[in-house]
């Protein structure tokens, strides 16, 4: 077994949370390397159906180290909650099995309130924010106005350094957006109601990671949202802050000299998207609300409904492209059994101009998809395990777009549980 990394080929929400849990059976140790809690991994299993936002989904699988990496958002509100959440339910957290980089930077109680007022601000040109502080968190961490988790256990040194960044976060709070402005106070009950609890979970996870990488252990980096999200060759500035690609990963879990040999890239077997932001493939009306009742189709983390659409080839084969994918996962096979048939977005029409590659974000507004149906199957195929067993149909259907991205479908999930997975390998 060789190091993986797990990620989103296309918008998010494609599936990765399931197919990670579904996968750490063969690995030793786990890393979310980017973002922040502003989407979620849903994972369902024995133990239970979990929506996890921060936590590594490995975090279900006995003996597996799980890593909070020095590129992620580390938000001490939610992940504390979300750590209660998940023990209360009977998964166990310790620092043997939880560790977070002492060189991730904090998501600040002034950044979701910022993200709220900036997209306010905005009106009907948001970029629709989840409003988590995650674009604030990111500028913050580049001008260097953040504070590292490490921080948290030296407590003087905190302390002195949060006040010194929340002077200059007030002056933008108060004159820029006329809101109230932050205390030390506010600051302290931040510290001891959300910070201590995450604290016994802070080390130098990068001596943890090269000891596991001379003991030969095998490392899965996990990622959050898709290759259309990312900051640099996503639908900019319709974006997330960070880097989703594999090639940050080593960097965003602070070990860049862990070389991974598979990238497993997942994609949903029709598209969605979250948020705001240029989506081709986009369907409306019946046909889309058919879709999103079936696929259950609603952000794990918001809540809010997700936009739908037809498979999307051209952007599939860029997200491919740029995560440098090795293989693919298709994941929600079964939310299409009872189509007579299925649309699938195979080119886009630019000026009049029918094109395969995917475009300049400024140009996608103006791309129409080229629409081609192919046949539905008409059977419930959520109990199947074997390939071979599948409607001729749905094989078609996987093949076809195993073609067309230029990538083998290694796995076909027909189900959210964990075990409703086809192996093709």
Known sequence: MANSAIVGINWGDEGK???????????????????????????????????LHLLPSGIFRKGVVNILGNGVALDPEN???????????????????????????????????????????????????????????????????????????????????????????????????????????????WINTYCEKIKPYVCDTRIFLREAKKAGKNVLFEAQLGSLRDLDAGIYPYTTSSNTIAAYAPVGAGCPSIK????????????TCVGEGPFVSEMFGPEADHLREVGLEYGAKTGRPRRVGAMDLVATKYGVEVQAATEVALTKLDVLSDLDKIPVCVKYEYNGEEINEFPFPTELNKCKPVIKYVPGWKKDI????????????????????????????????????????????
């Open 382 to 425: 959520s109990h199947v395990t074997k390939w071979e067993d599948l409607p001729q149909e749905a094989r078609d259907y996987v093949e076809f777009i195993e073609k067309a991205i230029e990538c083998p479908i290694t796995y076909v999930s027909v189900g959210p549980e964990r075990d409703s997975i086809i192996y093709r390998k």
């Open 79 to 189: 992940l504390s909650k979300e750590i209660e959440e998940v023990t209360s339910k009977g998964v166990s957290l310790t620092p043997e099995n939880l560790k977070i980089s002492d060189r991730a930077s904090l998501l600040l109680p002034w950044h979701r309130e910022l993200d709220g007022l900036e997209e306010e601000r905005l009106k009907d040109k948001k970029y629709g924010s989840t409003k988590q502080g995650i674009a604030p968190f990111y500028s913050d961490k580049y001008q260097k106005k953040t504070v590292l988790a490490g921080e948290l256990l030296h407590p003087e040194e905190l302390r002195a350094h949060l006040q010194d960044i929340m002077e200059w976060k007030n002056l933008i709070i108060t004159k820029v957006y006329g809101a109230k402005p932050y205390t030390m106070e506010d600051l302290d009950a």
């Open 260 to 271: 991974i040999e598979n990238i497993i890239g997942i994609v949903k077997a029709y598209s």
């Open 17 to 51: 949370g399931r197919m990670v849990d579904l996968l750490t059976k063969d690995y030793d140790v786990v890393v979310r390397y980017q973002g922040g809690g502003n989407a979620g991994h849903t994972v369902i299993n024995e133990q239970g159906k979990f929506a």
